[in-house]
């Protein structure tokens, strides 16, 4: 299958996980001192493991929820990146699935139920956004806008809070709370830059292709950090953040 086809694959079964949640009841029970998982998360990610391996034969998942495989072909899936925002009702969450092959990150979509708003891009597929609500064409701020959650409550690193003040002092900062979308919204121009610790690969896998795809850049750092986005901002962000996690 081709980039082309793989994003096709996990772009439909981005909308049809997406029909599947209406009609989902939401339990949630504890994942650890700081995290939750719903009934969503678990019968969300069933259904796209299903629906990915049996389109793609022979393909493996890397999922949240359900455990982890491998295979020339490797689908990265979080099926709620969010949750805590999404057991509280806040729409600021998204379903997320990317394709490796051969271990390289070749498509990605990033899909939000509560705004019906795909974002999508593979290799030699442009990035793109396909939107039924309100779209703003993104504009120019006085200072670089960047999507953050650090610090993280229970985060084990040193210097969180005085990367934080002083990020305050050279951009605009947000807190989003669901990675995957931080990075959709990077690619869409609607912010510079992301950086977060304590990531996972289903966490940026589809949110890395788009930013590339989109003419950002990606960088990984260490295995549970990255700053991704364009402008100068993002080289500052991993110095910074190298320095919290190393």
Known sequence: MTPADLLSLATQS??????????????????????QVSTADLELEAFLRACLTEGAPGSAVVGEELGSASAEVTWFVDP???????????????ISVAAAVDGVLVAGCVLD??????????????????????????????????????????????????????????????RVYSTALSLAWVAAGRADAVT???????????????????????????HTAFAAGRGEIVGWLADRVEGIVS
């Open 14 to 35: 981005c909308v049809d996980a997406a029909k599947l949640l209406r009609e989902i009841r939401v339990d949630v029970s504890a994942k650890g001192a700081y995290d």
């Open 80 to 94: 709620i990146d969010g949750t805590r925002n999404f057991v509280r009702g806040l729409p600021l969450s998204c």
């Open 113 to 174: 139920p509560f705004r019906d708003e795909l974002f999508t891009a593979a290799a030699g597929v442009p990035f793109g956004v396909r939107s039924t609500g309100l779209v703003i064409p993104p504009g120019v701020s006085p200072r670089p806008l960047v999507l953050t959650d650090i610090p993280l409550p229970g985060s084990p690193y040193e210097g969180e809070v005085e990367f934080l003040a002083d990020l305050m002092e050279r951009a605009d900062v947000r």
């Open 196 to 222: 977060n610790i304590g990531i996972h690969p289903w966490d940026v896998a589809a949110g890395a292709v788009l930013v590339r795809e989109a003419g950002g850049v990606f960088t990984g750092i260490g």
